[in-house]
């Protein structure tokens, strides 16, 4: 299913998609790369896809924002749910 809705500007594209519960994931078409990257920071989506959908790659992390859970699979950034950071100071 798709939901479009039709929007004066890229400001307000971006109020409503930010507008939800949920964070898994986004996609955004443009010509404009200006445009991406202007916008892709502040999509709040653990993946934003540029162009394109579902495209999963074993070695980018997946994951979501707000209720869409918490963590992430793939990549370097799953190990960070087995891991404890510790700092350790020695003067020798």
């Given at each position: 299913?798709?939901?479009?809705?039709r929007?004066?500007d890229?400001e307000?594209?971006l109020?409503?998609?930010?507008?939800?519960d949920?964070?898994?994931t986004?996609s955004?078409?443009t010509?404009?790369?200006q445009?991406?990257m202007?916008?892709?920071?502040?999509i709040?989506?653990?993946?934003?896809?540029?162009?394109?959908?579902t495209?999963i790659?074993?070695?980018?992390?997946?994951?979501?924002?707000?209720?869409?859970?918490?963590?992430?699979?793939?990549?370097?950034?799953w190990l960070?749910a087995?891991?404890?950071t510790?700092s350790v100071?020695?003067r020798?």
């Open positions: 299913m798709v939901n479009l809705i929007v004066a890229a307000e594209a109020s409503k998609a930010n507008d939800t949920y964070g898994l986004a955004l078409w010509t404009s790369l445009q991406v202007a916008l892709t920071p502040r709040q989506a653990g993946t934003v896809w540029v162009n394109t959908h495209l790659d074993a070695n980018m992390p997946f994951g979501g924002f707000k209720q869409s859970g918490s963590g992430r699979d793939f990549g370097p950034d960070d087995y891991t404890e510790k100071c020695i020798y």
